[in-house]
Each structure stands twice: as C-alpha cells, then as structure tokens.
C-alpha cells in the first residue's frame, strides 16, 4: 500500500459520497479514504491530509488556503464540485504545479437551492419547526406562533441570478409581490425576470420577508449589516441559503432576541455550525445545515465527476482543469 496512489475524499457530512457512485475502479487503483468530519483547525487538517496525493473536496465545506495547500508535501491533484470555489486558493495549487479539477452540474439541480430557500420561508411564516416539536413532544397547538400568510405580502430578493430569479418565480406564485436589489441590478434584467427593482433601502424597509441569492465575495460579506436590520419590518422573516457571513450575525441576534425578526438559515458564519453556538437557542429562527445544493441529483451528478478526474489524472490526461496553465 505504501506505494499505492493515496486519494481523501472531504466533506462527506451526509455519508451518502459511498453509495452516490461506483467508487470500484479507483479503488482498485488507489487508497481511498472518506472523511465524514470536517477538520478542528488548519494544522488537524495537515495532519490528517499530508499522506495524501490526491485531494477531493466539497466546494467551500473545509477552506483550502495557500497556507494549508504549501504543508502539504505529497499533493499533486485537487478536486472540487462545481466551477467556483471561492475558500480555495487555486494561484497556490498553479504556483505548484497542481491542477484544479471541477465537476459540471446540469439538469434540474441547480434549483435545489432555491426550492430549499422557498421551504424555509414557508417553514418559517408558519411556524412549522416549533409546531412540529410540539407534536413529537406530545402537545398540540400550544405556543406555535401565529402564522401568516404570504399571498399578498413583498418579498424581497437581494440577488437576481439564476437562484434569485427561481424565487422570483415561486414568490410569484404565492402571489407575493417580488421587488429585487444588488449592486448591479440592473432594471432591464429585473423586468426580464418580472420583478421590480429597488433601492436596498427600500428592499429592507418594505419587505415581509427577504431572500438572499448573492455570492461571497468582499463585496457582499456583511452586506446585510445592523442598519440594514433596524430598517426590517416588526416581524419580518429573513431567508439566507446563501452564505453566513452575507449578514452581520452579531446584528441579527440582537434583532432576534428583541423579537424584531425571524430567521431562517441554511448558511453560518462557520459550519458546521458549532455545538454551543447562540443561534442554537436563538428565538424566532428556523434553522436547516447546509442543505441547499443537498439533493440526490446534486450527488448523482458530483460523485461519478470526482472518481473521473482522479483517474483521468492518474492516467496523465487531467479533464475539467481550472487552471489550465499548470498543464504547459
């Protein structure tokens, strides 16, 4: 085994990357090794990583700075879901000679996310987490909250992509009235998507509930920030299916213990959320883990991608190469 090709399969949270695809043939070439916990710190990683030739990740699950990439000595291919992944420092993996290589998704799961976003602010404008802990609690409609209903009311998206627009539609259909912000919004793409664009002044302060569509960037981490939550309305809901650090979470606790607002998350400043985290126990909130591109399609489709690139690269023709460059 010592001279064996040594691959780690990452971010594996749901223990489902086994029975997602045909992992035989690889295993038969190589040690491959699935990681269902995601790592204390930088140097627990190193530790457990250092061995390993090969690295499959979970975009933007475990950060893969340069500073974690140069300690690993025995690193020659890194894997990634998706075409994006802004935790990786791909000039580092270039600079050593490491190619990057992507999955490509298609189909229906790129709505997943929104579907999801779409359940939590269901979930959430009814009450559905504290009514379902009732039940299996014994008791009945005692203490649920009162609920409303979203035919009628404004939701608010800050994003207009492609996630964004997909709310846009089931919004729609709810027969809320959906008004959109971003830095770059234009009004062209709003009317494109039937929505109506707004300052983000006018998004915070009108809203009943608001959805965040936007990718994490410098531009947008704090984005939602604590003026931007004491413009919300008494009871407005939030959605972020996003990114964590999207919103000011030190402000939208405080809101939430004020019974300003309700939350309702998939995203976290660090995930997995860790155990004694105040949201935990927060009031008002909703909470999922990181569910949203989780769906059987989205596996289907990441898996089978990920054992092609490992042996395509141990085969000496890397497919799906982000940085090219390295290849010359």
Request: aromatic share 6%; net charge neutral.
């Amino acid at each position: 085994m010592t001279n064996m090709t040594r691959i780690a399969v990452l971010d594996d949270w749901q223990g489902v990357a086994r029975g997602a695809a045909d992992w035989a043939p690889l295993q038969a070439r190589a040690d491959v090794v699935f990681f269902q916990d995601a790592f204390a710190d930088q140097d627990d990683a190193v530790a457990k990583l250092a061995d390993f030739d090969i690295v499959l990740s979970m975009r933007e699950r475990t950060p893969l700075p340069g500073s974690l990439i140069n300690r690993l000595p025995k690193l020659r291919m890194l894997g990634m879901t998706g075409a994006r992944n802004l935790s990786l420092d791909t000039p580092a993996c270039t600079a050593r000679g490491i190619p990057v290589c992507c999955t490509q998704g298609g189909g229906y799961n790129d709505s997943a996310t929104a579907e999801l976003a779409l359940g939590l602010l269901i979930g959430a404008a009814r009450g559905l987490a504290v009514g379902d802990a009732n039940m299996r609690a014994g008791g009945f409609q005692m203490g649920v909250p009162v609920g409303i209903g979203l035919a009628g009311k404004t939701l608010g998206l800050i994003g207009l992509g492609k996630l964004g627009a997909y709310m846009a539609g089931y919004g729609k259909a709810l027969r809320m009235d959906v008004i959109a912000w971003s830095q770059n919004l234009k009004p062209e793409r709003a009317a494109e998507v039937g929505v109506k664009a707004v300052s983000k002044e006018e998004l915070m302060s009108t809203s009943d509930a608001i959805s965040i569509h936007m990718v994490l960037s410098d531009r947008s981490r704090g984005l939602v920030g604590k003026a931007d939550i004491a413009r919300m309305k008494q009871g407005a809901i939030i959605v972020n299916t996003s990114r964590g650090p999207i919103i000011d979470e030190a402000a939208m606790l405080e809101a939430l213990h004020a019974n300003k607002i309700v939350a309702a998350l998939d995203v976290y400043d660090r995930e997995p959320l860790p155990a004694g985290h105040p949201l935990r126990n927060a009031p008002n909130t909703m909470l999922s883990p990181h569910l949203g591109y989780c769906v059987k399609e989205t596996w289907d489709g990441f898996y089978p991608q990920m054992i092609e690139n490992a042996m395509a690269f141990m085969d000496g023709k890397p497919v799906r190469v982000t940085n090219p460059e390295v290849l010359k």
